[in-house]
């Protein structure tokens, strides 16, 4: 039973590692996929309102690509700052049961998403193509909401204005093939734990017997 317990110890020790670098992997894909959805939600608005692309003046249009172009310049900077720490990842460090990666759900990591997309916003609306008003008025083009969120500020918690993207966001196959792995991984840590414990249990077991018979 030894043995089998060294075995176990060794699975869930390649499942936190690899829980690591799956974590990882699916953080470093998500600036290609901002990236890429800035590009496409920019052609996308573009084509949407011809009549306002038509009459801008040509400074705002090449205005409007210089800064989409630096936005996705800065997708590592957006990740860390609207992705990596603003949700609680879980590693698998902890010799305990995992807790923590119920926070890091599809719903979560979603919302940032959104706020990370949300970005885009103010440029968009520099062509008239979105409304960014805090008030969320109706506007004859898509509003872009503001949320409230509170933040720590070490001492205090103060709430800051996020612009969030109103539409569906559809993460990339990559993201969704990562993430699944991930939950592959949480199920299988919490098996191996609780045969790890079984197994345990039977190690006690069988030494107090043989304690007890040998006295």
Known sequence: MDTELEIMKNKIDGLREEMKSTVDRFLATIPGFLSQEYL??????VEKYPDKTLLLPKETLVEIKRE????????????????KT??????????????????????GI???????????????????????????DKTEVDCWPHENILTNTGKSRVVVKKISFPLAVTWSKEMDLLYKRMEEII?????????????????????????????
Request: charged share 30%; glycine share 8%; proline share 3%.
């Open 40 to 45: 496409r939600l920019t052609t996308s608005y």
């Open 68 to 83: 989409v172009g630096a936005l996705c310049q800065k997708t590592n900077e957006i990740v860390q700052e609207h992705i």
């Open 86 to 107: 603003k949700i609680a990842w879980e590693t698998l460090d902890d010799q305990n049961a995992p807790s923590g990666m119920a926070r890091a759900t599809r719903q």
């Open 110 to 136: 979603t919302g940032q998403l959104r706020f990370a997309l949300g970005l885009l916003g103010p440029i968009l609306e520099k062509g008239g193509y979105v409304s960014t008003t805090p008030n969320g």
């Open 187 to 215: 199920r299988e840590f919490y098996k191996l734990e609780l045969e790890k414990k079984g197994v345990e249990k039977r190690i006690a077991e069988k030494r107090a017997s043989e304690r007890w018979k040998s006295i």
